[in-house]
């Protein structure tokens, strides 16, 4: 892979670099492990290349003055710095890159290239750095002045903010939010990783109303009977910002919440089980009533319910980074690049908004398992997108759709992108449907929890879109 640096700031301010990693093999036009002075390293007046065969877990520091003794800088030390994130295995043809942004908001990069689908890609900021960090001084911070000891003035007179997995008591506490689904026992169904060869665990249980410190307060048990439990001193806000810090019980044994490195199958459920959970919490998709199942995350809107991380909000809102430690498994931030093709990282100034992409909105983003399904057969294009909230239905080659449906409790529209029409739906029960008559084929209907339409769908003229239903006699259930 080959690494090239644009530098917009000016030419002559003090910028070095720092590249961490390990298994490095092949790395050259930098020295890794070594604070190095940009302008000793230009090829030109306005960039340099670094090339290397592999490593992984990856940082490339950009700073103001040497980084200390060749080490990762403090985030809540004066220096201001930023950095990208990238793993290119020896064994991979793909390199894991994205921007991030959890331990500070400071110095911008953002990022170009070509996927692995051979798609030009770019990872920047909708907001300027400096626009940002006023976001999140007024929003996130508490309080929100100056005086919060993660608004920092640096020793070159830059502002930055630490991000709350440092500097958790700088943020809103998470104490009510977890007392509210403890004691109401908000059910959860939480989903696993997929270990390789096999299949996922899920994971059925609830908050448990836990009083003490020393009481279970999560409870969850897998369809294949393995136990997962949380104690109330082990969920706590320091522990849900920082995502780490304290134990969890999996099978009646005591194990770090994280265990790292993941040798076996029952390390890599219970973290990625415990993981979700943190996601619920710091992104607010968890609420009294449920159903709370992981596997509706990615369709859901992050932070709409008013819960979850406000410093973690504002990064989603304005650019292609992310503010918390597990937000780049659902927030879009995470590409895979193609290593023949040039990374370009530029360094920005911090009044600069570029690099921001929102073209994944446009990119299938469908359930992967579910009770409920839908069909549309072929000859169909014409109904554009299909969005359900966040998730997202493109028609295939033939203009079919199909796929598995969210969990809806409540009526929710099913938007439909060519016509701009919508209907109502309810994945409840055998599943529920109000449509008015609004497709040429006529009504859509549920069959064995499957909904389904014929071939050739389109909306009809002179349609509109129905009322959202308030009683059983507006349902058409099959």
Not at 14 to 32: E, S
Not at 120 to 145: C, E, R
Not at 215 to 231: Q, R
Not at 378 to 404: D, H, Q
Request: glycine share 10%; charged share 15%; hydrophobic share 30%.
């Amino acid at each position: 892979m080959k690494i090239k640096i644009v530098n917009n700031r000016s030419a002559d301010q003090d910028l070095y670099l720092l590249l961490t990693g390990d298994k490095q093999v092949g790395i050259k036009g930098i020295t890794p492990n070594r604070s190095v002075k940009l302008s000793d390293l230009l090829l030109n007046s306005t960039n340099l290349e670094i090339d290397i065969e592999s490593i992984e877990g990856a940082r490339l520091y950009v700073g103001y003055g040497a980084f200390p003794s060749d080490n990762a800088p403090i985030p809540n030390g004066k220096q201001y710095y930023g950095w990208i994130e990238f793993t290119k295995k020896a064994s991979e043809a793909e390199v894991w890159l994205n921007l991030s942004n959890v331990d500070v908001t400071g110095l911008p990069l953002v990022l170009s290239g070509t996927d692995t689908t051979n798609n030009a890609f770019t990872l920047g900021y909708k907001k300027s750095i400096s626009d940002i960090i006023s976001v999140m001084k007024t929003t996130a911070l508490q309080p929100a002045n100056e005086a919060n000891p993660a608004y920092v003035i640096c020793k070159t007179g830059q502002p930055k903010i630490v991000g709350p997995n440092i500097v958790p008591n700088s943020y809103s506490s998470y104490n009510t939010y977890i007392n509210d689904l403890n004691t109401s026992k908000a059910p959860l169904v939480i989903t696993s990783d997929t270990p390789k060869n096999g299949s996922p665990k899920i994971f059925t249980g609830s908050f448990m109303n836990a009083k003490n410190e020393t009481d279970v307060m999560i409870s969850l048990v897998s369809t294949e009977g393995d136990t997962f439990e949380v104690l109330k001193s082990q969920f706590t806000t320091e522990i849900c910002y920082r995502c780490d810090g304290g134990t969890l019980i999996y099978n009646g044994v005591t194990v770090d919440q994280n265990q790292s490195p993941q040798n076996t199958n029952d390390q890599m459920f219970s973290n990625s089980t415990f993981r979700n959970l943190l996601i619920g919490i710091n992104e607010g998709y968890f609420t009294v009533v449920g159903p709370n199942k992981s596997i509706d995350f990615p369709g859901e809107v992050p932070f709409s319910t008013g819960q979850g991380s406000d410093y973690a909000k504002v990064l989603h809102q304005n650019s292609n980074s992310y503010g918390f430690p597990y937000a780049d498994s659902n927030l879009k931030v995470l590409i895979t690049a193609s290593p023949s093709d040039t990374i370009t990282m530029t360094i920005c100034t911090d009044t600069e908004a570029i690099g921001y992409n929102s073209n994944t909105d446009n990119s299938a983003n469908q359930p992967t398992s579910g009770e409920f399904q839908f069909g549309i057969g072929e000859n169909s294009a014409s109904l554009g997108m299909i969005t359900i909230g966040g998730w997202r239905y493109i028609a295939n080659e033939k203009g079919a759709y199909g796929g598995f449906l969210p969990t809806l409790t409540e009526w929710t529209k099913m938007n439909f992108e060519g016509p701009g029409k919508y209907i109502w739906i309810k994945t409840t029960g055998d599943g529920f449907i109000s449509a008015d008559n609004c497709f040429n084929t006529g009504t859509p209907t549920y069959n064995k929890k499957v909904l389904t339409w014929g071939a050739g769908v389109q909306w009809k003229n002179g349609t509109g879109s129905p009322v959202k239903p308030t009683t059983i006699n507006e349902l058409a259930n099959a």
